[in-house]
């Protein structure tokens, strides 16, 4: 429930990244592998990924899904 901000719904496969990218809105990026490789603490370590927060942080995003909305507001109309 929510999505991104000025973004909307993301409904295909996404990739999060960490920091910023510089440019306009919905720039395309291309990636790629990296030239030197990375030895240090930070790039070795493994990531625990537990749970990632889909509710928007911006506007109407407190539910993470449409039953856990549906279930806080009970019947809306008759």
């Known amino acids: 429930m929510g999505g991104f901000p000025h973004y909307g719904v993301v409904k295909s496969d996404y990739l999060m990244i960490k920091g910023c ?3 306009p809105k919905k720039r395309v990026v291309t990636l790629r592998q990296s030239l030197i490789n990375q030895t240090s603490r930070v790039a070795l370590e493994e990531i625990k990924l537990k ?18 909305k549906q279930k806080f507001y009970g019947r809306l109309k008759a």
């Open 21 to 23: 990218c510089v440019g």
């Open 51 to 68: 749970f990632i927060d889909t509710s928007s942080k911006f506007g109407h995003g407190r539910f993470q899904t449409t039953q856990e």
